[in-house]
């Protein structure tokens, strides 16, 4: 390595380029340069140092063999779109970005169930795959008092560790497993047409982990049947060219933005720069984290409790985020002549500026004190 280079000096860092505020986190380092990161190309990379990625990008041998590249970032919880082993063998240091955007899964979650009607209030969840963000939902339930069943064969000592026939038998069910294809407990179609007919009719399915975990065949097939429960997909086989039959048959449907709040994504990027400084032995930039917070920086909105028989709590998260401007623009795009894929992509490219609940404050006047407690735990905070 030359002293350039361990400095941080005259790197060269391709990324994808719907990851935020790359200028700050990474422009002391060198040239950045971005492109779609669906379509990236070896011939991109035949002279970069750092690769900088998302969820979208097939990181493997065809892309990286004979390219300088050292590190590899995915600015993103997964790692199922890396080929890690042939990083580690072929001396290329990389990271993925755990955690980073289980909070905006979370909120999505709640904020799903608000948009179909469904007070979860006495009903029972239960959770496929309990990770950072599976795990975080699941610590949320438990300080809102819900019942929890969890299936995750990694972690078998889970003090809500259930049998998957059992967690598919909840009220709502929530799954978040990584996408696994080998090994002693493979996700690939782990939810199939069998376990499909476990859930009960007038049940959740809220799918916002890995699209292929669910037999998307499968469930279309169940769906055409008879809608026997709701359905919420934000993830799908196949992405980004996506079944359209089996969108117009689902109740929601999302182009994977669960995790795209733009605090998620900052973060991302933050842990990435972190892992890369770590790798490297590169100096941390300056103020970074300050210059970085700005972006997600508003003034505290102010959100009036609407009483409308209902509980309030639902209104407010709907006015935080609403998933059925999500679902009406990936149907609209479904209608269009333009291809599915490119739709896809390109509603996850323009997706709107979405901030986490701790921006908003709710009016304390109209709301109980159970009701305030329950928006602390969601991180509304009631002024």
């Not at 955007?101 to 029972?124: H, I, K, M, P, Q």
């Not at 809102?144 to 069943?149: F, K, N, P, T, V």
Request: some cysteine.
């Amino acid at each position: 390595m030359s002293e350039s280079h361990a400095q941080g000096v005259g790197l060269k860092i391709v990324a994808d380029e719907n990851i935020p505020a790359l200028e700050q986190y990474f422009g002391d380092l060198g040239k950045l340069v971005r492109y779609p990161g669906r379509t990236l190309t070896r011939e991109q990379l035949i002279d970069a140092d750092i690769l900088l990625v998302r969820s979208v990008t097939r990181v493997n041998q065809s892309l990286l063999e004979g390219t300088p590249v050292r590190f590899v970032g995915s600015c993103t919880i997964g790692t199922d779109h890396l080929d890690t082993d042939w990083m580690e063998r072929n001396g290329i240091y990389w990271s993925a970005a755990p955690g980073c955007n289980a909070n905006s899964v979370v909120e999505y979650v709640f904020c799903t169930l608000a948009a179909l009607d469904v007070d979860w209030r006495g009903r029972s969840f239960g959770i496929v795959g309990c990770g950072n963000v599976g795990g975080l939902l699941q610590k949320r339930l438990h300080a809102l008092g819900a019942s929890c069943a969890v299936y995750d064969p990694w972690l078998p000592d889970n003090p809500n560790f259930a049998p998957l026939e059992h967690v598919l038998s909840q009220d709502i069910v929530c799954l978040h497993a990584p996408l696994v294809k080998d090994g002693p407990f493979p996700s690939l179609h782990m939810i199939g047409a069998e376990h499909l007919a476990q859930i009960r009719d007038g049940a959740v399915l809220i799918s916002a982990g890995r699209g292929a975990v669910v037999d998307n065949r499968a469930l279309l097939q169940v769906l055409q049947r008879a809608k026997r429960f709701m359905t919420v997909l934000d993830v799908w086989e196949g992405e980004p060219g996506i079944n359209t039959e089996l969108l117009e048959l689902v109740d929601l449907g999302s182009p994977h933005i669960a995790g795209y709040s733009l605090d998620g994504k900052l973060t991302g990027t933050r842990i990435i720069r972190e892992a890369l400084s770590n790798a490297l032995d590169l100096a941390q930039p300056e103020n970074t984290g300050a210059t970085c917070d700005t972006q997600a920086e508003v003034s505290r909105r102010q959100l009036e409790p609407v009483i409308s028989g209902a509980a309030p709590i639902a209104n407010l998260l709907l006015q935080m985020y609403d998933p059925r401007e999500d679902d009406a623009r990936l149907r609209e795009a479904a209608r269009g002549i333009e291809p599915m894929a490119k739709a896809f992509d390109r509603l996850r490219r323009e997706y709107p500026e979405r901030l986490e609940f701790s921006h908003y404050r709710a009016a304390a006047q109209a709301l109980g004190k159970k009701e305030r407690e329950e928006l602390a735990v969601l991180g509304l905070m009631c002024d």
